[in-house]
């Protein structure tokens, strides 16, 4: 097994201004068309050498340039790394005439466009095809393997999916009728919730992660390239992203692949519930399906602090890497 160290925090801000920008400047992007004629960004870093590839889904609001340390990191560990952005959002068409809501038509449309993207990443000469998929890109990338079973991956790890959004009891059993309902009298995509245009969280009071510096690093990215930035959900993303959440869960069966969850204990994003339901499901199934509870980690797993985030990376790496 090939081993390579996580960047640790103390060498940080040196090292992603030095080793990851030279790696990301040896990029390969573009776009592909997804539903709709909409244009999906992609990137990959490859080596001639590589026999496995990893294709990284990223959340909600999120781009695959927010990834360029977890890039980094497997493709010193031997892997060609793959990622994209997701329609809405990154640097892929915005849907809506305000850039920064949150929108989708369907949830299929994002699990159709990763068909699409996966693809053209032409990953038939890989020897082992793993993915790594987080929060919103966890329920996607569930679907996509649920839909789609010819998709030739041989394991997926979930860090903090979404099956579910965290929220009151109170909420839960009408929020995605209320959001329907909004969605069916709005004459055209609006902000639903509080979170409106975005907007940066004093790192104190951030949900994702107790890493200052990765948190910081992630800010300042959004402020040196503000096309990326995305504020808050209309009602027809929140309705659509509960539904597709939930038929993650009723489809569990319908994942045959070894799957690794890895939940954050201190989740206040997503439903860390509907995981719990997801993986009882699916173990029945499944077994090759297995949880892992990422102590004291926020909803970010990856971008967590270096004991949070070292001992998540490791547990991604042996999951693959076991025959």
Same mark, same amino acid.
């Given at each position: 097994?090939?081993?390579?160290?996580?960047?640790?925090?103390?060498?940080?801000?040196?090292?992603?201004?030095? &080793?990851?920008? $030279?790696?990301?400047?040896?990029?390969?992007?573009g776009f592909v068309?997804?539903?709709?004629?909409?244009?999906?960004?992609?990137?990959?870093?490859?080596?001639? $050498?590589?026999?496995?590839?990893?294709?990284?889904? $990223? %959340?909600?609001?999120? /781009?695959?340039?927010?990834?360029?340390?977890?890039?980094?990191?497997?493709?010193?560990?031997?892997?060609?790394?793959?990622?994209?952005?997701?329609?809405?959002?990154?640097?892929?068409?915005?849907?809506?005439?305000?850039? @920064?809501?949150?929108?989708?038509?369907?949830? !299929?449309?994002?699990?159709? +466009?990763?068909?699409?993207?996966?693809?053209?990443? &032409?990953?038939?000469?890989?020897?082992?095809k793993f993915l790594?998929?987080?929060s919103m890109g966890?329920?996607?990338?569930?679907?996509?393997?649920?839909?789609? *079973? $010819?998709? %030739?991956?041989?394991?997926?790890?979930?860090?903090?999916?979404?099956?579910?959004?965290?929220?009151?009891?109170?909420? &839960?059993?009408?929020?995605?009728?209320?959001?329907?309902?909004?969605?069916?009298? !709005?004459?055209?995509?609006?902000?639903?919730?509080?979170?409106?245009?975005?907007?940066?969280?004093?790192?104190?009071?951030?949900?994702?992660?107790?890493?200052?510096?990765?948190?910081?690093?992630?800010?300042?990215?959004?402020?040196?390239?503000? @096309?990326?930035?995305?504020?808050?959900?209309?009602?027809?993303?929140?309705?659509?992203?509960? /539904?597709?959440?939930?038929?993650?869960?009723?489809?569990? &069966?319908?994942?045959?692949? *070894?799957?690794?969850?890895?939940?954050?204990?201190?989740? +206040?994003?997503?439903?860390?519930?509907?995981?719990?339901?997801?993986?009882?499901?699916?173990?029945?199934?499944?077994?090759? /399906?297995?949880?892992?509870? !990422?102590?004291? !980690?926020?909803?970010?797993?990856?971008?967590?602090?270096?004991?949070?985030?070292?001992?998540?990376?490791?547990?991604?790496?042996?999951?693959?890497?076991? +025959?």
């Open positions: 097994m090939i081993t390579a160290n996580p960047i640790q925090e103390s060498d940080y801000p040196e090292i992603m201004h030095g &080793k990851i920008n $030279n790696f990301w400047q040896k990029r390969e992007e068309l997804g539903k709709g004629q909409k244009n999906l960004y992609w990137v990959s870093v490859t080596s001639a $050498n590589h026999t496995k590839a990893i294709v990284v889904a $990223n %959340g909600r609001v999120e /781009s695959a340039w927010k990834y360029q340390e977890l890039l980094y990191h497997f493709f010193q560990l031997g892997y060609d790394v793959y990622s994209f952005d997701h329609r809405g959002q990154g640097l892929s068409d915005r849907l809506t005439e305000d850039r @920064q809501i949150g929108h989708v038509d369907s949830f !299929s449309h994002y699990v159709d +466009d990763m068909a699409e993207l996966v693809d053209g990443f &032409k990953l038939g000469r890989y020897d082992q790594i998929a987080h966890g329920a996607i990338s569930t679907r996509y393997l649920q839909c789609y *079973p $010819n998709h %030739g991956f041989d394991r997926v790890a979930l860090s903090a999916p979404m099956f579910g959004v965290n929220m009151s009891p109170l909420l &839960k059993p009408i929020a995605p009728y209320w959001a329907c309902l909004v969605s069916l009298i !709005s004459i055209k995509p609006d902000y639903l919730t509080k979170n409106r245009e975005y907007r940066a969280k004093p790192f104190k009071l951030n949900p994702l992660t107790s890493s200052k510096v990765r948190y910081k690093w992630f800010r300042d990215l959004y402020e040196d390239m503000p @096309q990326l930035k995305i504020g808050g959900p209309s009602a027809h993303w929140i309705w659509q992203a509960l /539904s597709g959440a939930a038929a993650c869960i009723k489809n569990a &069966k319908k994942l045959v692949i *070894p799957t690794l969850l890895i939940q954050a204990e201190r989740d +206040d994003i997503v439903s860390n519930q509907a995981q719990l339901a997801f993986i009882a499901s699916l173990s029945i199934t499944n077994k090759a /399906s297995k949880l892992e509870i !990422s102590k004291g !980690s926020k909803h970010e797993i990856l971008f967590e602090n270096d004991k949070i985030r070292d001992e998540a990376l490791s547990m991604i790496h042996r999951f693959f890497e076991q +025959d």
